[in-house]
């Protein structure tokens, strides 16, 4: 293609000239490498490399468990998001009676409501609800106080609408409840709540639609448990 | 030379028509798609098994329902009269959305209104919907879409939708609406 032909006449300096010269000084060089790497036994290269690898991964701290990033933890008033959620834990009671939560404690038994006030807000771009039926929530039932197996029941603190809908950025505060023993939770109480995160995925072929997925913990709220008498 | 530019046009050409195809190609939910209605207000609109005429739409600032259930905010009142047409099975009017620009609204679970309500065949039931707007969604354009769901999925799939498109900020707004209570169209 652009090699020029051999024995051609140059007048002068040619630039034809010039680049056979460097031509010729590639390949004296290549052959150089080649054979000093022909002087190398091909077992050594292999341990070389094996060697390279070992070391490299000892570099990022070789067969140690990776650290992982340490849950977040939020303070009561502060906003946490997950879940395409923003949630923020006002305050936590201890009730004697219901009020709007949807629980119903058995008074003769001395049962009591403990009651967590969130509020949440949906960032995401359609109405999804608050509460699902499946044990692993990725919504707002899926925020779970240490110490307690069941989930709570969650319901609007201002009409009672339980597991309402949430609207797109459309801010509302829940009731979380509890139906609790009558000396489960005192005044005072230190509690620990864990905040629901995931990941969003849209359904591709058997699922169908927006689903939250890869349920985890996001956050932890230590909160202090509010006794209130009466209502 | 010649062979080579032939060769070449025809790649451009080929891979320009792949793209083209590409984009026409409609998506994989097309073959299941809803079939659309326009509603106007006021006059009956028609989407196989529903029957819907909205007769008034409104924003306001706070509802009341026939029961006492009062709630402020940002309120989309929409009153209306629906019946099924051909069948009572599954004839709950289940989807009542509103989408404004990328957001989709849905009718308040809130108070009583008729959200989720059972339509009759050929007796229009009459009642209000309302939405719960957040501030920054009142103005512009928005569309209102009813529609009778299929199976458990939540949404329409090859069946009629009733769409009403509306501007928001050209509505009426009132202090507080008072929302029809649930009963026989008059």
Known sequence: MTTTPSGAPSPGPDPSAARQAEAG???????????SIDLVPTSWLVTGAGAALLAVTALFGGLEAAAVDPVPVVAVGE????????????????????GSALVFPDEEKGERVLAVEIDVVNTFSTPRGSATSSKNSAVVDGIRIEGLDDTAAVSRADDGTGSPMLQPDVPVRLLLAWVVGPDDFHDGDEIRLTLPDSTHRVGQSVVRGDYWDDVRIGATVTATV?????? | MKSKVLVWTLTAVLLAGAWGLSKATLSDDATIAPFRTEAEIGEPALARNLEVTITDVRLARSVRDAEGWTADGNW????LQAASVVTQEGSTLRLAELVVSE????????????????????????GSLTFELPDDALDGPATLRLGLTTGFSGEVLLDGVIELPLVLDELP???EAVLQENGWAR
């Open chain 1, 25 to 35: 000084a590639r390949a004296k060089l290549l052959g150089l490498a080649r054979r």
């Open chain 1, 79 to 98: 906003t946490f998001e997950g879940s395409d959620l923003e949630m923020t834990v006002v305050g936590v009671e201890l009730r004697d009676e219901r």
């Open chain 1, 226 to 231: 509010d006794e209130v008498a009466g209502r």
């Open chain 2, 76 to 79: 989309l009142v929409v009153d």
């Open chain 2, 103 to 126: 957001r989709t609204f849905s009718a308040t679970d809130r108070g009583t209104t008729f959200a989720g309500q059972r339509l009759i065949t050929g007796v229009p039931r009459a």
């Open chain 2, 173 to 175: 707004f009132e202090g």
